[in-house]
């Protein structure tokens, strides 16, 4: 009779105990910058200098002396006389004495005299080198400051965090072409299963294409790391353990997901088991779907045993395998884009387990959101498909009524 998962534990506890026996491995390279997306810094960034470095126009229009303004309305505008024009891309090497306006295009340069930009919109020409001005302006009205962005010496971006497309554009707005960041990690992906067969080929009666090995690696890409597929392997002891000990000895963290029945998971945790010390440290957990997850630390690395079926394998990645990996490269905990929105349907849950439920997000003549159940057993990948992301019950709710606010994070 084979033990079976007596001994389960909450996911934040799993959780825990895994990431309590890591440490951030300390291996960092430099990059261009404009190839840094999805990169995890190594080191914290401070400006180099002021941006922007000079004084620039936020509108099409009028460089001027506010002064020369006050007071002028509609009815009584103030007239200034048209001096000269500011090039874009140069140096402003106009001098504006009283009563004297320059045209400046946005992101023009400010002469050293000037102090506001007045809109096109709030004048009107009277000649060819004469405007009338329609409203006054007050100093740095349309002007952006010199440093008004981030000062020389700012604090930019913290060690952990990960590189979104905005970073990439503001640091190298700042002339930081190149940054130190964590290395890649190199995550091992195995699949087992004697049904499994290589999505290209057409399944005989009883098989099916493999689903988890390409889902898991386009997991680890949006995570930031390097998937490593090692192929899928039927259920014999002897080429699970060959296979997979060639991947945990290539990988810095190992993911093999193994098939769905009882002697399946436990042949994979003996072999995980068989990797190194500690070896498996949590097998089962409080989860639907997801309760055979294998947890397990096999001389300093990380090895997961996620479920085969294909619901499971997504839910459990995200619980287990993205947090570590982000420990592992220092990076900031992952958190996940979620929306408010009101459930639809009862949905039951179990006691002393976290469930987890996929949903459509739909929305309400009010401006609200519906998130609507998608109902399906976790072997049928379709129903992440149709889903816009997945709310949590939690441990003891024991379900949620229809019209519960819910959080749900999409996918």
């Known amino acids: 009779m084979t033990r079976e998962l007596f001994d389960v534990r909450t996911p934040p506890d799993a959780l825990r105990i895994v990431l309590d026996r890591l440490v951030p491995l300390s291996e960092a390279e430099r990059v261009k910058t404009k190839d840094a997306l999805d990169r995890v810094l190594a080191e914290a960034l401070c400006s180099p200098s002021d941006l922007p470095s000079f004084r620039r126009s936020t ?41 004297h306006a320059a045209v400046i295009a946005t992101g023009g340069m400010l002469p050293d005299t000037a102090d506001a930009v007045i809109m096109v919109e709030q004048t009107q020409a009277v000649g060819p080198h004469t405007i009338e001005v329609l409203r006054p302006v007050a100093p740095g009205e349309n002007v952006v400051q010199v440093g008004e962005d981030v000062r020389r010496g700012d604090p930019l971006l913290e060690r952990g965090h990960t590189l979104r497309p905005q970073d990439i554009g503001g640091l190298l707005a700042l002339g930081i072409t190149d940054v130190c960041v964590a290395r890649r990690l190199a995550v091992g992906i195995v699949s087992g299963g004697d049904e499994v067969i290589d999505p290209e080929h057409s399944p005989a009666p009883g098989q099916i294409r493999d689903i988890n090995s390409y889902t898991l690696a386009s997991l680890v890409l949006r995570d930031g790391h390097t998937p490593r597929l090692h192929g899928i392997v039927p259920d014999d002891y002897t080429a699970l353990e060959r296979e997979v000990r060639a991947a945990f000895e290539a990988s810095d963290v190992l993911v093999v997901s193994a098939g769905s029945s009882v002697s399946t998971r436990d042949m994979t945790a003996t072999v995980i088991s068989s990797l190194g010390l500690p070896g498996v440290l949590v097998h089962g957990v409080s989860l639907k779907p997801g309760k ?44 996940q884009k979620r929306v408010a929105a009101r459930l639809t349907r009862n949905v039951a849950s179990a006691t002393g387990r976290e469930d987890y439920i996929q949903v459509r997000l739909e929305e309400r003549p009010d401006g609200g959101v519906d998130a609507v159940p998608v109902f399906g057993k976790s072997n049928l990948i379709y129903t992440l498909i149709r889903a816009d992301g997945m709310l949590k019950i939690p441990l003891d709710a024991g379900g949620l009524l229809a019209g519960t606010p819910v959080d749900v994070m999409l996918f």
């Open 59 to 99: 509108m099409d229009g009028f460089a001027v002396r506010a002064a020369d303004t006050y007071g002028a309305t509609e009815g009584l505008p103030a007239y200034l006389e048209i001096v000269g024009e500011i090039l874009m891309g140069r140096a402003a090497s106009i001098e504006l004495q009283r009563g």
């Open 292 to 335: 055979p997850t294998i947890l397990a630390v096999c001389d300093g690395k990380p090895v997961f045993g996620l479920p085969g079926n294909p619901v499971s394998c997504m839910v459990t990645y995200g619980l287990f395998v993205a947090p570590t990996l982000a420990l592992l490269a220092g990076a900031d905990a992952p958190t």
